[in-house]
C-alpha cells in the first residue's frame, strides 16, 4: 500500500485525485496539503510514500518545494502534477528531482499508472 501526500492549492483538484486513488486497492492513507509550507510540514509529521505535488503553490513554488524535499527525504518519490505542459517546466522539474511528471489534463488512468510506477521505486 502506498501512502500518497496532494499538494496542490485547489481544493477540488485535491478532492478528486482523493477520490480517484481512494479507488485504488494499491493506494492506502491519503493526505492532503493547500500549500508548500504545509506539504513540508506534513512530510514531517507523518511517512508518506508518494507526493503529487502541483507547481503552482500560493506560497512557494512547487521546484522549490521539490528541492527541499529531495534536501530532506532524497528517496522520496516525488510526482509534478500540473496544468503546465511539459515543455515548459518538465525538465526543471526532473532536474530537481521529479520522478515523474504529468499532466493535470491526462487521463485518469495515466495518474494511476504513474503512481504504480512511482510504487515500483519504493
Not at 15 to 36: D, F, P, R
Not at 81 to 105: D, P, V
Request: net charge negative; aromatic share 4%; glycine share 6%.
Amino acid at each position: 500500500m502506498v501512502n500518497l501526500l496532494i499538494a496542490d492549492d485547489h481544493a477540488v483538484v485535491r478532492a478528486g485525485v482523493k477520490q480517484l486513488a481512494a479507488a485504488s486497492a494499491e493506494i492506502g492513507e491519503i493526505g492532503e496539503a493547500a500549500t508548500g509550507r504545509e506539504a513540508l510540514a506534513r512530510l514531517r509529521e507523518a511517512k508518506w510514500d508518494v507526493v503529487l505535488l502541483d507547481i503552482s503553490l500560493p506560497d512557494l513554488s512547487g521546484i522549490e518545494v521539490l528541492k527541499e524535499i529531495k534536501r530532506e527525504w532524497p528517496d522520496l518519490p516525488v510526482l509534478v502534477f500540473t496544468i503546465h505542459s511539459e515543455e515548459q517546466y518538465a525538465i526543471r522539474a526532473l532536474r530537481a528531482g521529479a520522478a515523474g511528471y504529468l499532466c493535470k489534463s491526462a487521463p485518469p488512468r495515466e495518474f494511476l499508472e504513474a503512481v504504480h510506477h512511482l510504487q515500483l521505486l519504493l
